[in-house]
């Protein structure tokens, strides 16, 4: 696990480096976006409407809310509020989380969210009904709620649930096997409150 986060994390920083010798008008000074923290569940839940599961590992070790938490690779969840020594993480299980979620080979995006039916699957709404919409198909992450990277692993196209009208609901066979989840990786973006800050400066002035 260690090894792993490791690599996650010199690959970033090369993808800085890369990104700096291609662009001579960046600052001097580069520090990479994203960093990557590892954790492990000591507990979990899953059959309820609203779930949640907890981490060894706190505001000591680097987490803060609002964290997006990958296990296996895949989209887990998000850090909901943290102590010292723990963190509560508000499941992709949860009948009030919203993932914005595009299919990665037409690029249409919608909102992903777990109907509390299966832990295996969820249901991903608002895609165009003449959109090619194929069994097997990528669903990753959209990148615009400035919680979750854009292109992380959600799961695979099951099948279309509901067709007819303008939108189409796709049921998704998510990558996370919640039932298994023991160690996790945890995402700190390093320019989140730069964006946040002008986005809320925009909504400021169109209010």
């Known amino acids: ?46 059959i309820k409407q609203h ?10 070790d680097g987490v803060v809310p609002n964290m997006p ?4 690779g895949s989209v887990a969840g998000i850090v909901l509020t943290t102590s010292r020594h723990y963190s509560i ?9 919203r993932l914005s979620s595009k299919l990665k080979r037409t690029g249409y995006f919608g909102s992903l969210r777990w109907d509390g039916v299966n832990y295996q699957t969820a249901l991903l ?29 959600v799961g695979v ?4 649930e509901v067709k007819g009208g303008d939108f189409n609901i796709v049921r ?12 996790v990786t945890l995402i700190e973006d390093n320019r989140r409150h730069e964006r946040d800050s002008i986005e809320q400066n925009l909504r ?3 209010e």
Request: hydrophobic share 40%; aromatic share 10%.
């Open 1 to 46: 696990v260690a090894e792993n986060l490791a690599l996650r994390n010199e690959l970033e920083r090369r993808r800085i480096a890369v990104e700096f010798l291609h662009d001579a008008k960046l600052d001097s000074v580069h520090t990479s976006q994203y960093h990557f923290y590892g954790g492990t569940v000591v507990s979990n839940s899953i």
């Open 172 to 183: 998704v066979k998510l990558g996370c096997d919640f039932k298994r989840m023991h160690y």
């Open 51 to 60: 779930n949640y599961f907890t981490l060894n590992v706190g505001t000591k």
């Open 157 to 160: 196209v099951d099948n279309v």
């Open 89 to 97: 993480v508000i499941s992709l299980l949860n009948t009030d989380m």
């Open 125 to 153: 709404s608002d895609i165009p009904h003449h959109v090619d919409v194929r069994k097997g198909d990528t669903v990753v992450t959209t990148g615009y709620s400035n919680i979750f990277p854009p292109d992380l692993f």
């Open 204 to 206: 400021s002035t169109d």
């Open 69 to 72: 938490v990958l296990a296996n």
